[in-house]
């Protein structure tokens, strides 16, 4: 069974909460039984977790390589747009595939959200596809690790 770091990023615990027109109305609790639920049916184990702390979100990408994780999917939050700190850790795990994704579609939203700093280290970026985002952020792993086998 494959591994994968789910990591969600400041005020993603409030999904369902916050901003409805824009994150949905589908709780925290319920993305990640989905996330879990979807991974399983893919033979991956989908390790999920949220902070609002960008040295946690550092710490987690790190623990990622030394755990041998299959991968990460990430949504950065906030910190897609200002955290060197998260850029620099994804850069430094390579080859560990790092998928980032994000509920709305940041290219659409205000200027300063176009702006990743992770984003030129990870395989892609998923944006807009609401939380079958992190669906395809898995898929996309899985297909890169089969393709190097």
Same mark, same amino acid.
């Given at each position: 069974?494959?591994?994968?770091?789910? $990591? !969600?990023?400041?005020? $993603? !615990?409030?999904?369902?909460?916050?901003?409805?027109?824009?994150? /949905?109305?589908?709780?925290?609790?319920?993305?990640?039984?989905?996330?879990?639920?979807?991974? $399983?049916?893919?033979?991956?184990?989908?390790?999920?977790?949220?902070?609002? =702390?960008?040295?946690? $979100?550092?710490?987690?990408?790190?623990?990622?390589?030394?755990?041998?994780?299959?991968?990460? %999917?990430?949504?950065?939050?906030?910190?897609?747009?200002?955290?060197?700190?998260?850029?620099?850790?994804?850069?430094?795990?390579?080859?560990?595939?790092?998928?980032? %994704?994000?509920?709305?579609?940041?290219?659409?939203?205000?200027?300063?959200? =176009?702006?990743?700093?992770?984003?030129?280290?990870?395989?892609?970026?998923?944006? /807009?596809?609401?939380?079958? /985002?992190?669906?395809? /952020?898995?898929?996309?792993?899985?297909?890169? %690790? =089969?393709?190097?086998?």
């Amino acid at each position: 069974m494959m591994k994968i770091m789910v $990591l !969600n990023g400041p005020n $993603l !615990n409030m999904v369902g909460i916050r901003e409805k027109d824009i994150y /949905g109305t589908v709780s925290y609790k319920k993305m990640i039984d989905y996330i879990k639920e979807e991974a $399983l049916k893919r033979n991956v184990k989908a390790d999920c977790r949220q902070s609002n =702390h960008e040295g946690d $979100l550092v710490d987690w990408i790190q623990e990622a390589y030394f755990e041998e994780y299959d991968g990460i %999917v990430m949504n950065p939050g906030a910190y897609t747009h200002t955290s060197i700190a998260i850029a620099d850790a994804v850069k430094a795990i390579a080859p560990v595939p790092v998928v980032e %994704v994000h509920i709305s579609d940041i290219q659409s939203r205000e200027a300063f959200r =176009h702006i990743s700093y992770a984003a030129p280290y990870c395989l892609t970026q998923i944006k /807009g596809e609401g939380i079958k /985002g992190y669906i395809s /952020g898995i898929d996309a792993i899985i297909n890169s %690790v =089969h393709e190097t086998d």
